[in-house]
């Protein structure tokens, strides 16, 4: 059974750092391209970085510099470290696993920027 499933969002201030962590099971984690996307209500879920099995990864425009990516295969753990959060980060984030036609999603984790 395949299961991603997300951990550490919460309510942090402007300016603030947050680490997601995803753990995936059920599925061959390192050859999958690992992602986060966020969505927030009435708008289209959107990519905030993706990382290959050979570690390229790819950043939106709004959280270059401030958002980083990162895997543990042993772990099958992917990660994100958010700096510098401003209130527009506010979304549920989603961790996602694609390979091929292959393609899963945890079940989201709401993250909070406001003072």
């Known amino acids: 059974q395949v299961q991603l499933v997300e951990s550490g969002g919460g309510l942090v201030q402007p300016g603030g750092s947050l680490r997601l962590s995803c753990v995936a099971s059920?599925?061959?984690?390192?050859?999958?391209?690992m992602g986060w996307y966020r969505q927030v209500p009435g708008k289209q879920r959107e990519l905030v970085v993706s990382i290959t099995s050979g570690g390229g990864t790819n950043a939106a425009d709004s959280v270059k510099g401030r958002f980083t990516i990162s895997r543990d295969n042993a772990k099958n753990t992917v990660y994100l470290q958010m700096n510098s959060l401003k209130p527009e980060d506010t979304a549920v984030y989603y961790c996602n696993a694609r390979y091929g036609a292959f393609d899963a999603w945890g079940q989201g984790t709401l993250v909070t920027v406001s003072s």
């Open positions: 059920g599925i061959l984690f390192s050859i999958c391209t």
